[in-house]
């Protein structure tokens, strides 16, 4: 090969056709895998196949995707969704999914990554899919056969590092810095010497993805550590980068940032000294939810309790804007004012709330059904995008373990050990189960025949029931009020207006039940959705006729951890 400008290196050779095999060889050392390969077969040390990714015949000429105002997001592991752990294996579940209420599936990490379990962060050719998956074509197939249900495909990346295990980037060029450190080793290089080259490498593959697999989003991992003090960020180069090719496609396309930052900056535009995110999951959300449901104070749940945490984040998108956080020991984030709530993703439980649990173990493991449904009702009815976590909508009792399967075993044991270390901040006790047991990865395989038993098939409607009255009332396009809280009943009130109706959500998070004095505008109301009635194996319905006329203050006997859905007509923004 020959060494040309900003030093790359070329060699033309004929009549390689697709399912060709070939690797480098780096000044006479050893056989290496492409770093940009399509397709590792024999995964991520072995050779690197040749992929012809234009022949799949797409039928989504006239997909446009879905704003986020619209979307309700499912995020699932490839390999642990079905017994097969395929893309093919997918397809027969997506009509399930669109009649649940779902809009956009969101794929964890799919970038090669050694051995066949791993959740998808050790990932070290950003561009192959796994092949323990199945084949490019195959991705490319389902992600077609989705958007012939209506439903979009977002995918998650992982920007902020590579794995360590078949990680041969480094060999090629200065793809890595030590100016900073991650906490999963070498930080990529986005604002060192040669970094330009670093940059168009990874937002080349972003592009890759939506243009050759047709994804409608990107979820980017862990942002807080993407590591970059240029004057133009390299995240604001890859949403600018985007933006333009959504507008050249003439469909919608989302970038959607996970950050611990609780900084602003992330979501303002680029034109604002932003990086022009579209949007960015909200952990504290979770946390407020979280601590509420459980109890649990430990770790970084010592920053949150009560009801507090959880109205200024419905008000705000997040609680942290600047006070002091006694896990972090310091002050922690920004205010995120002039933002629409709907720039905000939100969940009860996902894989890192779940999975970096010491056994892994779902909500449903934690709380009881009645707590299930008012988790259900926070996170769907809140005024922000709602993403849930694979088998939460029936109460899957599988744990989502954290799995592994590296080929090199001394790093199999430095991961074993480091999991026994990271959870001593919790204080959780027990044995953690070894990530690199093929028992671990099969323990997390979700089982969806429980949705034809009690209470998973109950649990399962109520989510559909809320997702169908958030879609059609269309909450999101509504005027979200302050919230009301009531400390000694531990409730919260949220209320909604739009010019045709009013709605009154007030969510009880006791263990009792309480008689809870709320104020709404006076006149008629309805009862929308009452958690605690029997059609919902609830307790009995909440002390408050169907329909009733408010006065200045109205009075509702609220049974444990429930929630109550109030609408009136319409009224003037003025009431």
Not at 254 to 263: K, T
Not at 336 to 346: E, K, M
Not at 436 to 445: N, R, W, Y
Request: net charge negative.
């Amino acid at each position: 090969m020959k060494r040309g400008e900003l030093g790359y290196y070329r060699a033309t050779v004929e009549d390689v056709a697709p399912g060709a095999k070939y690797t480098y060889k780096l000044d006479g050392s050893d056989d290496r895998p492409d770093p940009a390969s399509r397709y590792q077969p024999e995964g991520v040390h072995g050779p690197s196949e040749v992929v012809d990714l234009s022949t799949f015949a797409w039928t989504d000429a006239t997909w446009k995707g879905f704003a986020l105002e619209d979307s309700v997001f499912y995020e699932l592991h490839v390999g642990t969704y079905t017994p097969a752990g395929t893309y093919a294996a997918l397809i027969p579940h997506l009509a399930g999914l669109k009649e649940l209420g779902v809009t956009t599936i969101e794929l964890m990490p799919i970038a090669q990554f050694p051995g066949g379990s791993n959740w998808g962060y050790d990932g070290v050719y950003p561009f192959a899919s796994q092949n323990t998956y199945g084949r490019p074509h195959d991705l490319q197939n389902f992600v077609n056969a989705a958007h012939s249900q209506g439903l979009a495909v977002a995918l998650d990346v992982v920007y902020n590092h590579l794995g360590p295990e078949g990680n041969y980037v480094g060999e090629y060029a200065p793809y890595f810095t030590d100016h900073y450190r991650t906490p999963w080793g070498a930080a990529l290089n986005f604002d060192r010497a040669h970094s330009d080259e670093v940059r168009h490498f990874f937002i080349q593959n972003a592009l890759y993805w939506l243009r050759e697999f047709h994804f409608d989003a990107l979820r980017l991992d862990a942002v807080h550590s993407i590591f970059d003090a240029s004057a133009k960020p390299f995240l604001a180069e890859l949403s600018e980068n985007a933006a333009a090719l959504s507008s050249r496609l003439g469909r919608q396309i989302q970038l959607i940032a996970e950050s611990d930052l609780n900084d602003v900056r992330v979501l303002r535009p680029r034109d604002d000294c932003g990086l022009g995110m579209d949007a960015s999951w909200s952990d504290d959300f979770h946390h407020s939810v979280h601590t509420l449901l459980t109890g649990e104070t430990s770790g970084y749940y010592a920053d949150f309790g009560g009801t507090h945490p959880l109205k200024m984040t419905l008000e705000n998108g997040w609680y942290y804007s600047g006070q002091y956080s006694r896990y972090r020991k310091r002050r922690h984030g920004n205010r995120p004012d002039g933002l629409t709530a709907t720039r905000f993703v939100v969940c009860n439980q996902n894989h890192d709330q779940v999975g970096n649990r010491a056994k892994g173990d779902r909500l449903s493991a934690l709380v009881d059904f009645e707590s299930l449904k008012l988790a259900a009702g926070i996170t769907v009815l809140s005024p922000f995008v709602p993403m849930l976590f694979m088998g939460e909508e029936y109460g899957e009792t599988a744990p989502f373990q954290y799995f592994t399967s590296h080929g090199d075993k001394d790093l199999g044991e430095a991961v074993r050990r480091g999991r026994e270390r990271e959870f001593a901040a919790f204080g959780w006790k027990g044995g953690v189960p070894d990530p690199q047991s093929e028992a671990t990865f099969a323990a997390s395989k979700l089982d969806h025949s429980l949705t034809e038993n009690e209470p998973h098939r109950t649990l399962r409607r109520f989510y559909q029931n809320l997702l169908r009255y958030r879609r059609e009332r269309k909450l999101a396009c509504f005027k979200h009020l302050s919230g009301t809280e009531y400390p000694a009943e531990k409730a919260l009130l949220v209320q909604y207006l739009s010019a045709d109706v009013s709605i009154a959500a007030l969510f009880h998070f006791g263990d009792s039940p309480s008689t809870i004095r709320f104020s709404i505008p006076s006149g008629a109301w309805t009862v929308a959705i009452d958690s605690a009635d029997k059609v919902w194996r609830g307790n009995g319905t909440s002390a408050v006729a169907k329909s009733f006329d408010a006065t200045s203050v109205t009075q509702v006997s609220m049974q444990p951890r429930s929630f109550l859905v109030l609408e009136s007509p319409g009224r003037s923004s003025g009431r």
